[in-house]
T-cell receptor, first 112, second 117 residues
Framework: DAKTTQPNSMESNEEEPVHLPCNHS???????IHWYRQLPSQGPEYVIH???SNVNNRMASLAIAEDRKSSTLILHRATLRDAAVYYC?????????????FGQGTTLQVKP | DVKVTQSSRYLVKRTGEKVFLECVQD?????MFWYRQDPGLGLRLIYF???????EKGDIPEGYSVSREKKERFSLILESASTNQTSMYLC????????????????FGEGSWLTVV
């Protein structure tokens, strides 16, 4: 399974944009890039995913490098509720289950 | 909204007991997963299932079994609970569309905190 590398922790100020990086140099052509986040004492929740093109939704934006070996999750205006562990995961598109293999994630702290 | 419901939020069991963790999803998803989460180790995949009565081992299946008799229900079974199975257990589900699962969202339950004493 292809792996991802993320910084262990990041800090941001409230109301400022946050860029969370992820390296996935061994990504294969069929792997989708998924981002999930986990708030304390809760299960992970979906944030965004993409294959090749940049993606936007109401929660965030996903910028994917042209060679697909890295990506960046962008939270446009961080709030205190965005403090969580953010996981960047590759999901295998060649199989029929697409199981998620989680890494350690980035713990995001948001300061008021 | 998709809902993944885990039957018990907190359980305390004795060593050697048989433990059942139940998970139900309400969106007719083909794929279901069981993970456990431990501090410093992150989320690790125990078992997954891509259809009724079908199951595949994840990364840490030892000491666990699963059952999927109906599409909406995926049960994790600890045949003889041990203290090293004290953990938070997460169930998840996702759809397969046109033979592809990876482009679809995975939905997680709230988690079941199991303590084995």
């Amino acid at each position: 399974d292809a792996k991802t590398t993320q910084p262990n922790s990041m800090e941001s100020n409230e109301e400022e944009p946050v860029h969370l990086p992820c390296n996935h140099s061994t990504i294969s052509g069929t792997d989708y890039i998924h981002w999930y986040r986990q708030l304390p004492s809760q299960g992970p929740e979906y944030v965004i995913h993409g294959l090749t093109s940049n993606v936007n939704n109401r929660m965030a934006s996903l910028a994917i490098a042209e060679d697909r070996k890295s990506s960046t999750l962008i939270l446009h205006r961080a709030t205190l509720r965005d403090a969580a562990v953010y996981y960047c995961i590759l999901r295998d598109g060649s199989g029929n289950t697409g199981k998620l293999i989680f890494g350690q994630g980035t713990t995001l702290q948001v300061k008021p | 909204d998709v809902k993944v419901t885990q039957s018990s939020r907190y359980l305390v069991k004795r060593t050697g007991e048989k433990v059942f963790l139940e998970c139900v999803q309400d969106m007719d998803h083909e794929n279901m997963f069981w993970y456990r989460q431990d501090p410093g180790l992150g989320l690790r995949l125990i078992y997954f299932s891509y259809d009724v009565k079908m199951k595949e081992k994840g990364d840490i299946p030892e000491g666990y079994s699963v059952s999927r008799e109906k599409k909406e229900r995926f049960s994790l079974i600890l045949e003889s609970a041990s203290t090293n199975q004290t953990s938070m257990y997460l169930c998840a589900s996702s759809r397969t569309l046109a033979g592809l699962a990876a482009g679809n969202t995975i939905y997680f339950g709230e988690g079941s905190w199991l303590t084995v004493v």
